[in-house]
T-cell receptor
């Protein structure tokens, strides 16, 4: 089946540094990938839609200059958290749609747990 | 935009009993409704989905029902087992385009007591 690989699975960084998270579709091409943020015991909140070869579409309230998204190829999207602060600590999950049984099925990466000290 | 509400937020059942989780959605144009299971610290995994041209779908112990008129859909798990314990999310989407986003419900934490 379709696999979405996400790295790193966890990262600890100092306040003020930047962190890059990669999301790859391993056996299918993904023109669109989605980035979610999940706080403990809460639902998945869509941050942005990453479009291959064009600018990402950000949800209301998400700072595009802070959460940089690059979708340079049909199999790779990256999320860079710039100048990270403790409040950015969260679980970030990417996902991509692939055709399955007549509907585009969303498959998730394993997530990246970011802790900012 | 779409708004998906999910109830209950927590559900505790005895092993062997059934569990039902309900979701309502606001966008009448939504036509794809998946359910995801997320174990602690892991990625959400698709367990079943239904499209608007179908009223019910079943896969072994899991079934989903859809009422388009009332704009609600439900997940039914029969003969629950401890390994069913997880957080379950419903979602809704308009259209079948890969670029169309899913809107998730708030999640239900299911606990199956042995």
């Amino acid at each position: 089946g379709a696999v979405v690989s996400q790295h790193p699975s966890w990262v600890i960084c100092k306040s003020g540094t930047s962190v890059k998270i990669e999301c790859r579709s391993l056996d299918f091409q993904a023109t669109t990938m989605f980035w979610y943020r999940q706080f403990p015991k809460q639902s998945l909140m869509l941050m942005a839609t990453s479009n291959e070869g064009s600018k990402a579409t950000y949800e209301q309230g998400v700072e595009k200059d802070k959460f940089l998204i690059n979708h340079a190829s049909l199999t790779l999207s990256t999320l860079t958290v710039t100048s990270a602060h403790p409040e950015d600590s969260s679980f970030y999950i990417c996902s991509a749609s692939h055709a399955g049984a007549g509907a585009n099925v969303l498959t998730f990466g394993a997530g990246s747990r970011l802790t900012v000290l | 935009g779409e708004n998906v509400e999910q109830h209950p937020s927590t559900l505790s059942v005895q092993e062997g009993d059934s569990a039902v989780i309900k979701c309502t959605y606001s966008d009448s144009a939504s036509n794809y409704f998946p359910w995801y299971k997320q174990e602690l610290g892991k990625r959400p995994q698709l367990i079943i989905d239904i499209r608007s041209n179908v009223g019910e779908k079943k896969d072994q112990r899991i079934a989903v029902t859809l009422n388009k008129t009332a704009k609600h859909f439900s997940l039914h798990i029969t003969e629950t087992q401890p390994e069913d314990s997880a957080v379950y999310f419903c979602a809704a989407r308009r259209g079948n385009n890969a670029g169309n986003m899913l809107t998730f419900g708030g999640g239900t934490r299911l606990m199956v007591k042995p």
